[in-house]
């Protein structure tokens, strides 16, 4: 049952324009259910009776068992986006985070070495106003797509709405070095109007370049590395907007891959 609170939050969110949900578990169970009709028409056919002492019904169903209580012991995940904010679902916990609630989105990269494999997880992290954590989203690359697409949408929608009053209302915003506001971009102390603006674009060797008019390939107004830029899909979507009213070179596409696979 939901309580007061929780409702009147509800309540606060508007219109819901999408939901995501994690069925990676029931993709999970499927596949094994498929697989288990199969072993289970082979061996009728006759086809696996040099190995069917060992495969049988007993230890099929045992099996089935325990795969079926491990899927479903793992927790729904579902995520609302909503016009003001979102809710977040699992079996245990439901919350209702407001776009107004979020001072920064942070995603991390990181990579574990284990002999020949390497794993690499996403985290991402929303954090309040008061400088605690608000939702923490985790995955590795094993059984999550839906989790990384859940994951992806958020920090879009949450960068749509979080970037529009930098630009539009004349805030200033820092973003670790550099400072974007309605005027341009800030960084130790100096400060290059948006029309003065050539291109912001990555690097592969994990740095971000800003260059003006008549900079050559090999110099720049300024540049910083990629890991000194929190909250960096707010930023992309102020640069979007920046580049959309000012027409300097942003390369999306670039920023993009950077954001999703650059491990720190």
Not at 75 to 94: A, F, K, M, T, V
Not at 105 to 115: G, Q
Request: glycine residues 6%.
């Amino acid at each position: 049952m939901l309580d007061q609170h929780l409702l009147s939050r509800l309540d606060e969110l508007g219109a819901r324009q999408k939901t995501y949900a994690d069925e990676t578990k029931w993709i999970i169970l499927l596949v094994f259910v498929g697989c288990m009709i199969m072993l289970s028409l082979a061996m009728l056919s006759g086809d696996l009776n040099d190995v069917s002492p060992v495969i049988s019904p007993i230890g099929m169903l045992l099996l089935f068992i325990f795969v079926l209580i491990t899927t479903l012991s793992k927790p729904d995940l579902r995520i609302s986006i909503y016009e003001r904010g979102l809710l977040y679902q699992n079996r245990r916990h439901r919350q209702v985070i407001l776009w107004s609630d979020i001072q920064s989105l942070d995603h991390k990269v990181t990579a574990t070495h284990d002999f020949e494999t390497t794993i690499i997880q996403h985290t991402y992290t929303l954090q309040s106003w008061e400088n605690t954590v608000l939702l923490t989203l985790r995955f590795d690359g094993t059984w999550s797509w839906q989790k990384r697409r859940m994951a992806v949408a958020t920090e879009q929608a949450i960068s749509a709405a979080l970037a529009p009053p930098i630009l539009l209302q004349g805030k200033a915003c820092p973003f670790g070095p550099l400072t974007l506001s309605q005027e341009g971009i800030s960084h130790n102390g100096k400060m290059l109007p948006w029309n003065e603006v050539e291109s912001v674009v990555p690097t592969g060797i994990g740095t971000i370049v800003i260059r003006r008019p008549g900079d050559s390939p090999l110099t720049f107004w300024t540049c910083v590395l990629f890991d000194e830029v929190p909250n960096l899909a707010v930023m992309l979507k102020v640069l979007d907007m920046a580049a959309s009213t000012h027409h300097f070179r942003r390369q999306a596409r670039g920023w993009q891959r950077i954001a999703d696979n650059w491990v720190v």
